[in-house]
C-alpha cells in the first residue's frame, strides 16, 4: 500500500532551455508555513538574467499538457495510492461510453464536416462585411481539437518549437547575457513608441494627448518602484512583458478591425447569456419587472446563471483545461508562480475570490508576494459574470471585454513591483489545478444545482456588501456636507467623500491623458472616485448617465468628448473599491484562516495596486485610440 503521508510532487524548472526536476514536499495539514520550515532545503530563486533567459515555450507530452502542467495532486504521482476509492462511473457514462468509444472517428467526422459546412456557409454570406473572422476562427479551433486526438500535441508543437528555436532563441542566445534584461526593454520601449505615435492624429487623439498617456503610464511604473517592499528581488522579466503584453491588446483591440471584432463578439455571447438570465428572472417576477434597467434585476441574476454554468464547465473538465493552458502561459512568459499564473487566467472569467478556490489547497502555504498577488488581481478587473451584468445596462461591451484582458498582465507587472517574491513557492516551475473532491458533483445536473446554491451566496453577499458599503458612504457625506455648509460648501457640490478624492484624483486624470478642457479633469477625477468608495456600477452610471433619477448636476457627463469617455471607462472598469476589500479579505480568510494577519496586512496595498492596474489599461487607452466612437447610450461623438 502506498504511503500517503509523505507524498511528494515533481517541480519543473526550466532555467536556459534545460528542464530539471526536483522533489518538493507537499505540507501536510496544520503544518508550519512552507517558506518558514527549517528543515526544506532552500532553493535559490530565479535572477533577472535566469528569467531573461527563459526563452524556450514548454513541451507537450501526449496527454496534451505542457511541461510543468500538473492538472490534479493525482498526477503528480507516479502511482495512485490503492488505498484511496474512485467514485463509481455515472450510469450515462457506463451506457454511453463505450458507444462514444467505438464510434468516436465517426462522431468526430461528422463534427468536422458540420463546422466546415458552417465555415463555408458563413464565408460566402458575409465575404463583404468581415463577419467571417469569428466563424473561421471558431472552426479553426474545434478542428486543431480534433486533430489532437490523433495526432499528439507534442508534434503539432514541433513546428513551432523549430520555428521558435530557429529565430527568437537565436536572437537572444546572440545577446550577452548581462545585456538581455536591457535589450528587452528597450525593445519594448520602442514597440510603446513605433505603435503609438506612428498613426495619424485625429479630432482629440493628438500626439500630444499620447504623450502625457505615456507619460502617465511612466510615473505609475515608477510610483511603484520607487514604493516596492524590495527594489532589489524585482523580477523584470515579470514587468517587462507584463506591461508589453498589456500595450499590445490595447493595440490589437483598438487599432484593428479583426481585434475590435473578436471581442465585440466575445461581448455580444455575454449578452446573449444575459437574455438567457432574464427569461428566468420573467418567469418570477413578471416581464416588465425583469426587464427593468437596474443594478438588482440586470446584474444579480446573470451573476446567478454564470455561476452555475461555470460549474457545469467545471464538473466536465472544460474549465480546468481552458486556465490550465492559459496559466502555462502566462506561467512561461511572465515567469510567476504556478498558483499565481492559474488564479491569473481564471480571474476575467470567475471573479475575485472565486478564482483563488481553484488553487484552494496552496492557499495556507502562500508566500506573501503571492497572497498580495491574487488580491490584486481580484481588483484590477471585473468578473465574467458581472460583465454580463453590465452589457445588458448597455454599457459598451468590446471595452469591457478588452479591459478585463488587458489588466491582468498589467496586474502581474504591478503587483511584482510593489511587493517582489523574496521566499520559495511552493508551486515554483509548475501550473496546478488540484481536484476539488470536497465539493464534487455527481453529474452535470447536480453542478448545475451546487452552482446555483453558490451563485445565491455569492449574490447575496455582494448585495449585503454594496447596501452596507453605500449606506455608510451616505452617512459620512450627509456629516460632511452638514459640516461644509457653516463653511458656505454647499450645492451644487456639497463637501463629499467624492468631491474630496475627485481632487486627489485631478492629476491622475491629466495623467491618463484626459483632455484639458471644459473642465473634464474634474469630471473624470470625480468619477474614478465615485467607483473607489462605492462600486464601479455606480461610476458606469454616472459616465454613462443612464438612470433617470441620476443628479441634475452630472447631466455634464452626456458632453465629454469621445476620447475622455474611452479613457474614463477602461479607468473605472475593476472591482478596486473598498466594498471589494471586505470581500476578498473574507474569502481568503475562509480559505486560510491562520494567513488571516497576512491577508488584512497586504489588503489595502493591493488594492492600490489592482486600482492602479485598471488605471493604467486607461493610459495604454489613451495610447492607442484613434477613430474609436464612443458606445454609450444616448452619447453623440
Known sequence: MADTTNTTTTTTTTTNNVVSSTSTPVPEVGAPHVHQNEKIVEQPLATDNDATSRVTPPEYSDNDKKGGLVRSSADAEEARPEDVETAPPSPWKRRLGPVYTYRRPLIHAFVAALFTGWWIASLVVHHHDRNWTVPFLLWLGIMLRLITYYVPARYVAQGIRF????????????????????????????????GTFASDEMDSNTNENRAVSLFGLVVILFAFWATSANRSRINWQTV???????????????????????????????????????????????????????????????????????????????????VG????????????????????AATPFIGQGESAMLVRPFVPYMTKAEIHQIMTCGFATISGSVLVGYIGLGLPPAILVSSCIMSIPASLAISKLRYPETEETLTAGRVVIPDDDEHKAENALHAFANGAWLGIKIAGTIIASLLCIIALVALLNGLMSWWGRYININDPHPLTLQLILGYVFYPVSFLLGIRREDNELLLVGRVIAEKIITNEYNAFTMLAAEVA?????????????????????????????????????????????????????????????????????????????TTQRAEFPGVTA
Open 549 to 625: 433619477r441620476i443628479a441634475a448636476q452630472n447631466a455634464a457627463y452626456i458632453a465629454l468628448d469621445p476620447r475622455t469617455q474611452l479613457i474614463a471607462a477602461y479607468a473605472i472598469c475593476g472591482f478596486g473599491n473598498i466594498g471589494s476589500l471586505g470581500i476578498q479579505i473574507g474569502i481568503l480568510g475562509q480559505l486560510a484562516p491562520g494567513r488571516g494577519g497576512d491577508v488584512s496586512r497586504l489588503a489595502f496595498s493591493a488594492l492600490i495596486s489592482g486600482v492602479f492596474s485598471t488605471l493604467s489599461s486607461a493610459a495604454v487607452a489613451g495610447l492607442v485610440v
Open 240 to 322: 517587462i512583458v507584463g506591461m508589453l503584453a498589456q500595450y499590445i491588446i490595447g493595440l490589437f483591440v483598438l487599432r484593428t478591425d479583426a481585434g475590435y471584432d473578436i471581442f465585440r463578439w466575445i461581448a455580444d455571447r455575454a449578452g446573449n447569456l444575459l437574455g438567457y438570465a432574464r427569461d428566468g428572472s420573467a418567469f418570477l417576477v413578471g416581464p416588465d419587472t425583469a426587464n427593468t434597467l437596474n443594478f438588482f434585476w440586470s446584474v444579480i441574476p446573470a451573476i446567478v446563471f454564470f455561476i452555475s454554468i461555470c460549474q457545469v464547465l467545471f464538473h466536465i473538465g472544460f474549465l480546468q483545461w481552458f
Open 163 to 194: 520555428v521558435w528555436k530557429h529565430t527568437a532563441v537565436l536572437v537572444v542566445n546572440a545577446i550577452p547575457q548581462k545585456f538581455r534584461l536591457a535589450c528587452g526593454a528597450l525593445g519594448a520601449i520602442a514597440t510603446v513608441l513605433v
Open 325 to 344: 493552458k492559459f496559466a502555462t502561459f502566462v506561467y512561461w512568459a511572465l515567469g510567476v508562480s504556478g498558483a499565481e499564473a492559474v488564479v491569473a
